[in-house]
């Protein structure tokens, strides 16, 4: 399992400035479920001074992204804009302790929703430089920009850094060559500049496509076998367990919802067993929907993100409130 650090479990566990800020004149928006990891971070600007008077985020993603989000919305709160614009990624990181090399881009992606919301707030228009015929890495939707402003924002020199700070070549990895011709071209620039040592660049073959693929594999199945393997059951709802759920959507039979659930639990899978986890749909009774979770999924201290993240979609899918139940073998063979 990564290891966190007790500031990170607290922004986690105790997530400050969550949720919807009704008179924000500040909006940025990164990232995209689709991809795994969404930000929206949410601020109330004093028109005048420039000085951020409250701020409030929204994330789909780890437990790292809830932290990251979190903790820059306590380090922003009661500064100018131009005193948070110079916060970086590395900042977040180091207000949090630490993060996991793996979770950089969690970081990242708050230090990216700053840039996004001062831009709106300035009525400019913010590019994280993704054009089309820019994108990188198909599998997480990581473009050009975004890897050359994380290379020499951190001063990165490995595919294995860059891969960490912004998720590409986490995947198929059929992006390396491309990982590796902007990662030589930034470094060079970095050197001409002054900024990094010549014998620090990165070099055309250092890394080993070969090795990286199995590096990755052999994490995510030493992680799956650090998982308790004993059934647990689970109730976790952001939902009050008093609150009356409406009924099904209007206009959908019980079967096409049991297929709209189908459909939304299948299109995050391939997001969890990236991670080492996995979600099955059990049952549907109701409004509830009872989910098997696994492999890195069981047990961990950030399950709580997985079911939010579950329900959310599920919400977005059907148009009706819904609960997501995570149960273990247990109670799935009892109910």
Known sequence: MWDYTDKVKEYFFNPKNAGVLTEANAVGEVGAIACGDALKLMLSVDPETEVILDARFQTFGCGSAIASSSALTDMIIGKTLAEAMKITNQDIADFLGGLPPEKMHCSVMG????????????????????????????????????????????????????????????????????????????????????LLPEHEAYRVG??????????????????????????????????????????????????????????????????????????????????????????????????????????????????SAVRVVPVGRTAVAAH
């Open 111 to 194: 230090y990216e929703a700053l840039q996004s919301a001062v831009a709106n707030f300035r009525g400019e228009v913010w590019s994280d430089d993704h054009e089309e015929g820019a994108l990188v890495c198909k599998c997480f939707g990581v473009d050009e920009g975004m890897i050359e402003r994380a290379i020499k924002m951190n001063k990165l020199t490995t595919v294995e850094a860059v891969t960490d700070y912004t998720k590409a070549g986490g995947g198929c990895l059929t992006c390396f060559d491309k990982l590796e011709e902007i990662l030589v071209r930034v470094n060079a620039e970095l050197v001409a500049a002054g």
């Open 206 to 319: 250092a890394a080993d496509r070969q090795k990286i693929k199995e590096k990755a594999k052999a994490a995510k199945q030493q992680q799956q076998e650090q998982q308790p393997q004993k059934p647990v059951l689970v109730e976790l709802s952001p939902l009050a367990p008093s609150s009356p759920l409406p009924p099904p959507s209007a206009g959908l039979t019980n079967l096409q919802r049991i297929r709209l659930i189908e459909q939304a639990i299948e299109e995050l899978r391939p997001f969890l067993r990236k991670d080492g986890g996995d979600c099955e749909l059990v049952d549907v009774d109701g409004s509830n929907v009872l989910v098997n979770l696994s492999g890195a999924c069981v047990g961990c201290q950030m399950a709580s993100v997985t079911i939010s993240g579950i329900q959310e979609r599920l919400i977005a899918k059907l148009g």
